[in-house]
């Protein structure tokens, strides 16, 4: 029994290594997207707390740019009748019409709207409650914007975000939160060579990134955008300087103080 036993984990052992050559030999890191190559830093604004401006409009994103952004993060909900709104408030049940005279909504943007305002600036856009109705929602706008590589789209749905990834395989997408915790669990076992890369991008929150994780991910072909906790213009730069390749800021303030490499 001891015999076969050994006999067993000597298997096990010579399949494991065979497995680790084929995965070392295998694996590619993933090509650069538009969105990240030969391009400076992101510094994105979320404007939902814009300073003297109603969140996610024309005002807010101008005062953004003005200040010093060169992205935007644009939260996106598709209304009942397919229009897809630049806002975080849930619009279930509701058309586009039916925000007309709502206050919260006044001069509330469409995504295509949006992108085309600012046809200078990058944007993360994240579709919130994904369907497969908003996905292609989301690619028209993108289309109809020529917008495909200046847009980081993040559709936190495994099955969507792969069909949205086969339908426009040159538009740059963010990690789902699955495939997000897949690499932090395999960067903290020190596994990163094994992983196989499904998205060129992980937007994860500032205290989770130090320069060993972005040392992990870029060896994978993985770009890392930090969503800043801290504003202040120290904690962003300390973020810079640990090689993330861009910045989701609610505060533009501190922008026009920041180096990048």
Do not use: C
Request: zero cysteines; proline letters at 6%.
């Amino acid at each position: 029994m001891r015999q076969f036993l050994l006999r067993l984990l000597l298997l096990l052992l010579v399949v494991s290594v065979i497995f680790g050559i084929y995965r070392l030999l295998t694996i590619r890191p993933l090509d650069n997207v538009a969105f990240f190559r030969d391009r400076p830093g992101l510094a994105a604004v979320d404007s939902a707390s814009p300073a003297g401006a109603h969140p996610y409009t024309l005002a807010a994103f101008q005062s953004a740019n003005a200040a010093g952004a060169n992205g935007l993060y644009l939260p996106v909900q598709l209304t009942s009748d397919g229009v897809l709104l630049v806002t975080d408030l849930d619009l279930s049940g509701l058309a586009r019409a039916d925000l007309d005279g709502m206050a919260a909504f006044t001069g509330a943007l469409t995504l295509q709207e949006a992108l085309t305002a600012f046809p200078e600036m990058r944007a993360i856009v994240d579709l919130r409650q994904p369907t497969l109705q908003g996905v292609a929602a989301l690619l028209q706008a993108i289309d109809a914007s020529h917008a495909r590589a200046r847009v980081l789209a993040a559709v936190d749905h495994p099955l969507l975000a792969n069909i949205l990834r086969e339908q426009a395989p040159d538009l740059g997408t963010v990690a789902t939160s699955a495939e997000a915790a897949a690499f932090l669990t395999t960067q903290r076992f020190r596994l990163t060579p094994f992983y196989r890369p499904v998205a060129p991008a992980l937007l994860l929150a500032g205290d989770e990134i130090d320069k060993r994780l972005v040392d992990a991910a870029r060896g994978r072909g993985i770009h890392l955008v930090a969503l800043a906790g801290q504003q202040e213009s120290a904690a962003l730069q300390a973020l810079i300087d640990a090689g993330v390749d861009g910045v989701v800021v609610t505060d533009p303030a501190p922008l026009g103080e920041l180096s990048w490499p």
